[in-house]
């Protein structure tokens, strides 16, 4: 288990940015994935953008590519999220996300294989 705390919500006028920070706590396990996941309004869980630990390699769902850029700091386990040019589109709740025991490469943007959550945090678009 993975204790995740996400921050850096809020709320911002469209085409401006933003940036989310993941804490990632203590664990009993390892894990080689971590990445956002939002829920909009109406809408189901979705990825945003995932990152391979081993070697720092991102995917992205299509609706963020080019505007989206998720990051690491290993040395004070952090993970972070900086989005730039927002569209209201994007206003959700953000989560933080690791995976389990198994092992992928790359890593998805499927929900499922993610098992440690963090509370969420808002972002709006205006």
């Known amino acids: 288990h993975v204790q995740l705390v996400e921050s850096g919500g809020g709320s911002v006028q469209a085409g401006g940015s933003l940036t989310l920070s993941c804490a990632a706590g203590?664990?009993?396990?390892?894990?080689?994935?971590m990445g956002w996941f939002r829920q909009r309004p109406g809408k189901d869980r979705e990825g945003v953008a995932v990152?391979?630990?081993?070697?720092?390699?991102?995917t992205y769902a299509d609706s963020v590519k080019g505007r989206f850029i998720v990051s690491q700091d290993n040395g004070k386990n952090t993970l972070n999220l900086q989005m730039n040019s927002l569209k209201p589109e994007d206003t959700a709740i953000y989560y933080c996300?690791?995976?389990?025991?198994?092992?992928?490469?790359?890593?998805?943007?499927?929900?499922?294989?993610?098992?440690?959550w963090g509370q969420g945090t808002q972002v709006t678009v205006s």
């Open positions: 990152l391979w630990i081993g070697g720092a390699t991102t």
């Open positions: 996300a690791a995976n389990g025991g198994a092992y992928y490469n790359p890593c998805p943007l499927e929900s499922s294989p993610y098992r440690s």
């Open positions: 203590r664990y009993t396990y390892k894990r080689n994935c």
